[in-house]
């Protein structure tokens, strides 16, 4: 079975701070995928980032970085100088191998004050 | 352009109706999706098909019925709305399920259904 842990609920910062969103998953699947999607208040889901399983290489992305540890079972999100605009839920998702389905973690949101 | 689509954008019906949710997606993607989110913006996958034929369908009522004419659209049908029933409703699409199930979804807009 497959679960996607997102601990924290709802995280406030205020703008430029740094801010880093946890995701914790399990699977039995030796090959799996991660993923982050990202939901703004005006409700659509927008894709940030696919990492596969043998690909352990974090990525930036501008001021967006995911730090993948098999480890640990983590993929943590971090948030540079944080804006308003990054206001928004944050999805962390694990799909495992063919034909398995897309786990969604329940979502962490964030608010980023001026 | 508009990649993932769905119509209507907001569903309000009553108790006992039946409707049905459109979705259409020009990417040339192979497998299409529903899910359903919550309040609580927990998203749930209701239903999978790839190619037209029914691949994932998850403990959902039966009285959802999904409907693919073709693989770019996927259809939602329900009968006899309940309260619980109100929700958002997003669909999805990716690329062929199996060698590439790595692939990201892209997602439509959604669908708000509120069922008074």
């Known amino acids: 079975a497959q679960k996607v842990t997102q601990a924290q609920t709802e995280i406030s910062v205020v703008e430029k701070e740094d801010v880093t969103l946890d995701c914790v998953y399990e699977?039995?699947?030796?090959?799996?995928?991660l993923f982050w999607y990202k939901q703004p208040p005006s409700g659509e889901l927008v894709f940030l980032i696919r990492r596969n399983s043998f690909d352990e290489q974090n990525e930036i992305s501008g001021r967006y970085s995911w730090n993948f540890q098999k480890s640990t079972s983590s993929f943590n999100f971090t948030i540079t100088a944080s804006q308003v605009v990054d206001s928004a839920v944050y999805f962390c998702?694990?799909?495992?191998?063919?034909?398995?389905?897309?786990?969604f973690g329940k979502g962490i949101t964030l608010s980023v004050r001026p | 352009d508009t990649a993932v689509s769905q119509t209507p954008k907001y569903l309000v019906t009553q108790m006992g109706n039946d409707k049905s949710i459109k979705c259409e997606q020009n990417l040339g993607h192979d497998t299409m999706y529903w899910y359903k989110q919550d309040s609580k913006k927990f998203l749930k996958i209701m239903f999978s098909y790839n190619n037209k034929e029914l691949i994932i369908n998850e403990t959902v009522p039966n009285r959802f019925s999904p409907k693919s004419p073709d693989k770019a659209h996927l259809n939602l049908h329900i009968n006899s709305l309940e309260l619980g029933d109100s929700a958002v409703y997003f669909c999805a699409s990716s690329q062929v399920l199996g060698q590439g199930a790595g692939n990201e979804q892209f997602f439509g807009p959604g669908t708000r259904l509120t069922v008074l």
């Open positions: 699977t039995r699947d030796t090959t799996y995928y």
């Open positions: 998702a694990l799909r495992g191998g063919a034909n398995s389905k897309l786990t």
